[in-house]
């Protein structure tokens, strides 16, 4: 019983720290990204909903 018990506590930590490792790598990228753009580059999306018309790439659409 107490090996089980022990076994199951430390996968359950491996699971908890891989996760939050996962989520600080996702986390560095997505800042890296967003810091590492340049200033003068313009945002652009692909979204079609109207609160994004002014990033999309499509100048037709803006108009």
Do not use: N, W
Not at 10 to 20: A, C, G, N
Not at 29 to 45: D, E, G, K, R, V
């Amino acid at each position: 019983m107490e090996k089980d018990r022990k076994r199951r506590s430390t996968l359950e930590q491996e699971v908890i720290i891989v996760t939050t490792l996962l989520y600080l790598l996702i986390c560095g990228a997505i800042l890296a990204i967003h810091y590492l753009q340049p200033a003068s580059q313009p945002t652009i999306t692909s979204s079609p909903s109207p609160s994004q018309s002014h990033f999309s790439g499509d100048k037709a659409k803006q108009k």
